[in-house]
């Protein structure tokens, strides 16, 4: 990894993210603001960057490496056999119930995003959830453990009309037991600097957060420049601590809370196969996120 070191962002100088070529603005501290050639701008952080910028030099030199064996390419495919891989998502994968899906196997989306999670910390694998048209990634040990009640996971999820993807974590209701990894990033949530971090992400990867199930909390809320916009409630609408705010929401209800992207069942057809990439990029995106719910297990 030594290829990776000494990224360093300088004022006035262009780099490129998802979004496209953008440049540097300002810089102070951890704090940056860039500039897209659209002439939009937003707020980010240093660190934040400077992930996107490391993990786009691997990709290439991932692909570099791929492309300078194709020897070894022929020989994977020919001592395996035929194998099918998930090719993107098709019209009947979007239901609100698992019947006619395919896409939530190991052999489809499940074994396919895993490459691109990180894998010298965890030993990621897949799950389908049960009776919902969802799918489940996360580490084999601590989802297995039968002293982790709810662990934290990442998640996609196809419904009629639309595919999510991210962070999933469950606060079990005063009948269900104390969730370890609920607690633990819940107090890492509180952090300030935490709470930037991830509205920073928030922003530059077009996320929002919601309850899954509506039971605690029916709104959506999306970043901002400074807090967080509620949408569709009637309580207010905007939040400048998340972490409080979500901790206000009534004990007494269980709550399904996803960090993630949403996109149209139109546009997720339209990805094909490189959805995988943009899963397992958002994914890493997120690991600090996963890191904080399992934090009280080192």
């Not at 953008?22 to 992930?51: H, L, P």
């Not at 709810?150 to 999933?168: I, K, M, N, V």
Request: aromatic fraction near 12%; charged fraction near 30%.
């Amino acid at each position: 990894m030594e290829e990776l070191s000494g990224i360093d962002f300088k004022v006035g100088e262009k780099y490129e993210n998802e979004k496209g070529l953008f440049e540097v603005v300002s810089i102070k501290g951890d704090q940056m603001v860039i500039q897209w050639n659209t002439g939009e701008t937003a707020k980010s952080t240093v660190e934040f960057q400077r992930r996107i910028q490391e993990r786009r030099l691997f990709e290439k030199l991932e692909e570099e490496k791929a492309a300078l064996s194709p020897v070894a390419k022929v020989k994977v495919a020919t001592s395996r056999g035929p194998r099918k891989t998930f090719q993107g998502f098709q019209d009947e994968d979007f239901s609100n119930t698992i019947s006619k899906t395919r896409w939530r196997t190991r052999v489809q989306l499940g074994g396919s995003v895993l490459p691109h999670l990180p894998s010298i910390r965890y030993d990621f694998n897949s799950w389908s959830a049960k009776r919902q048209n969802e799918l489940h990634w996360a580490d084999t040990t601590h989802w297995q453990s039968k002293q982790s009640a709810y662990p934290a996971r990442f998640f996609a999820r196809a419904d009629e009309t639309s595919l999510a993807w991210g962070f999933y974590i469950e606060r079990p209701d005063q009948t269900g037991a104390i969730s370890a990894d609920w607690e633990s990033f819940i107090k890492w949530l509180r952090e300030k600097k935490n709470e930037q971090w991830l509205r920073s992400v928030a922003i530059e990867d077009g996320l929002v957060i919601y309850d899954a199930q509506q039971s605690c909390f029916g709104g959506v809320i999306k970043p901002r420049d400074g807090d967080w916009a509620v949408e569709g409630s009637s309580v207010r609408n905007k939040v400048s601590a998340l972490g409080a705010y979500i901790e206000s929401w009534p004990s007494t209800s269980w709550l399904d809370l996803m960090i993630a992207k949403r996109i149209s069942k139109a546009d997720a057809i339209a990805r094909a196969g490189a959805i995988v990439m943009d899963m397992g990029k958002l994914f890493d995106c997120l690991l600090p996120l996963y890191e904080a719910a399992l934090a009280h297990r080192y």
